[in-house]
């Protein structure tokens, strides 16, 4: 998945963030779920039971898409907004950049 591209769209500044030790490219203005998918990301952790989780509600009430994010665990990657610098870690890089 890719961002949109559309004449007069606006996106707040670029930042760069560090996903599993890997530099990716987001704006300011996204959440962490909005630039993990745009940077490839399907699935980011798994259940107990071993199965793919990542973005479902999107609107802060299931906890699919708990990440790690400055060593903070469970934030809500559809809740929180990306900030220049900022080091997320998944539970799950299988689905990366596929
Ligand atoms: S996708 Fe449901 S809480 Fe984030």
Redo the contacts with the bound molecule.
């Keep these: 998945m890719s961002r949109i591209q559309s004449a007069g769209l606006q996106r707040g500044q670029p930042v760069t963030i560090l996903v599993n030790g890997k530099r990716e490219s987001a704006y300011l203005g996204e959440t962490i779920?909005g630039a993990l998918l745009a940077a490839g990301h399907r699935a980011w952790r798994r259940t107990r039971h071993g199965e793919p989780r990542g973005?479902?509600?999107?609107?802060?009430?299931?906890?699919?898409?708990?990440v790690t994010v400055n060593g903070a665990p469970n934030v809500?990657?559809?809740?929180t907004p990306v900030a220049e610098g900022m080091i997320i870690e998944t539970d799950w890089v299988a689905e990366v950049n596929a």
């Design positions: 779920a973005l479902f509600c999107g609107i802060g009430v299931c906890f699919d898409c708990t809500r990657a559809c809740q």
